[in-house]
């Protein structure tokens, strides 16, 4: 029983701080109209943009960023990596370009894209060095 508990405990905690990120546009588009939230669009290089990295590590990753996020905001990833051992599905990489061709023409990485509902650009940001509480902050300015 003890066991079982321990188990509970650790798969709950681990629920409480997964973050769900979308990669399929129109699931993301269903998603936020569906839970009246803005989606938050993240055009990254994970595998070999530094300051994506960073960004990932100091607020996408973090237990205070994740939580709210949970109930405030739609993620949806357009990730481009360049080593072969992470390449997408052909079907994946191709939404992302298509992606990066509306909202990210300039090809910025990191660079992110606040949208509501209906896939209307609200506001546009990037690599910030800040706490996770303050990117929230910035990226709310955008929705207010």
């Known amino acids: 029983m003890k066991h079982f508990l321990f188990v509970w405990l650790v798969i709950s905690s681990f629920a409480m701080t997964a973050q769900v990120w979308e990669t399929d546009y129109d699931t993301a588009l269903q998603k936020a109209t569906k839970l009246h939230e803005p989606i ?46 992470n390449a997408l599905p052909a079907a994946q990489e191709a939404q992302n370009k298509a992606l990066a061709e509306k909202y990210n023409r300039q090809g ?8 509501n509902s209906d896939g209307k650009v609200l506001g546009e940001t990037g690599y910030k060095k800040s706490t996770p509480e303050e990117y929230i902050k910035h990226l709310e300015s955008f929705i207010n």
């Open 108 to 115: 910025i990485f990191p660079f992110v894209v606040v949208l």
């Open 40 to 85: 938050i669009l993240v055009f990254q290089g994970s595998d070999w943009c530094a300051p994506c990295i960073k960004l990932d590590r100091e607020v996408w990753s973090t237990d205070t960023f994740k939580q709210y996020a949970e109930g405030h905001f739609v993620m949806l990833q357009a990730d481009f990596p360049r080593r072969k051992k």
